[in-house]
């Protein structure tokens, strides 16, 4: 039988726009954009779709989460720094009957203490940090396995 072809939602926090240039040795030298190419022709090949955003602003990271309810089949979320700070992330995240990925590029586990804890991994399905950003792909990888699973 064919595979359902599903529509996922890739959400990145503050700053990372800024991938390229912002601290290459701990981020890598690959800007957003070029993840996101990679990511929509990854996605392709696994027969899904998707939507590759990015925000500063919380706000607009809350109202993304909100919107993605009967839109998209899973989120894959680098909350950036929000990850660590945003109880509105996790709430949001909370109204989702979807599947959450959490993605980190950096092992954040092996950084400053204020980065070992996460709201979002609460409400996520499960975490991948620390491979740079082939994470966005181990991520859609698992978000393929885990619709494939309920399906
Ligand atoms: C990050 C880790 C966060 O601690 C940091 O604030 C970021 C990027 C990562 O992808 O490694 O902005 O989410």
């Not at 595979?3 to 996922?8: S, V």
């Not at 979807?98 to 996520?124: G, M, Q």
């Amino acid at each position: 039988m064919a595979k359902q072809r599903h529509n996922i939602l890739i959400l990145n926090g503050p700053n990372l726009n800024m991938l390229g240039v912002r601290e290459p040795d701990v981020y890598g030298f690959k800007n957003l954009s070029a993840i996101a190419l990679e990511c929509g022709e990854y996605a392709g090949e696994l027969g899904c779709a998707v939507d590759f955003r990015q925000s500063n602003h919380e706000g607009e990271l809350v109202t993304m989460i909100q919107e993605a309810r009967g839109a998209f089949s899973g989120v894959i979320i680098n909350g950036g720094a929000y990850s660590h700070t945003s109880i509105a992330l996790q709430d949001a995240l909370k109204i989702l009957d979807i599947p959450v990925i959490e993605v980190h590029l950096s092992n954040t586990f092996k950084r400053e203490d204020f980065r070992h804890h996460s709201y979002i991994s609460a409400v996520a399905q499960g975490v991948i940090c620390g491979f740079g950003a082939h994470g966005y792909i181990l991520a859609l990888d698992a978000m393929r396995a885990l619709l494939d699973d309920a399906a």
